[in-house]
């Protein structure tokens, strides 16, 4: 069994930043690659950005790609969301994941192997 913890959401204005992290824990975290998808009220769980295990590749969501930015550190078993540019509609519970079969990482929730909490990410206008 893997956890993951995310941290580092919180209140930001638009046009503002935030960082969150992932740390993993119970795995050979360099064994998978990592996906951040995020939820917003009344909607579905959707993918935002993933990196492959030795952090060479990412893959992104349209509507974050220039803003957000994935990055790893497997000696410190964390992954990084740098969100950047923020808007309003980045609202949502914000969920680090774990794919032990995909190189970059899935596009889709389900074939994700292990989940963090979440953490709330709220943008105001």
Do not use: H
């Not at 992932?22 to 993918?47: H, I, L, N, V």
């Not at 952090?55 to 000696?75: E, M």
């Not at 794919?99 to 192997?113: E, Q």
């Amino acid at each position: 069994q893997m956890q993951l913890v995310e941290s580092g959401g919180g209140l930001v204005q638009a046009g503002g930043s935030l960082s969150l992290s992932c740390a993993a824990s119970g795995r050979t975290f360099s064994d998978y690659a990592m996906g951040w998808f995020r939820q917003a009220p009344g909607k579905e769980r959707e993918f935002v950005g993933s990196i492959s295990w030795s952090g060479g590749s990412t893959a992104y969501a349209d509507s974050v790609k220039g803003r957000f930015t994935i990055s790893r550190d497997n000696a410190k078993n964390t992954v990084y969301l740098q969100m950047s540019s923020l808007k309003p509609e980045d609202t949502a519970v914000y969920y680090c994941a774990a794919d032990d079969l995909d190189t970059i990482g899935s596009y889709y929730p389900y074939d994700y192997k292990y989940w963090g909490q979440g953490t709330q990410v709220t943008v105001s206008s």
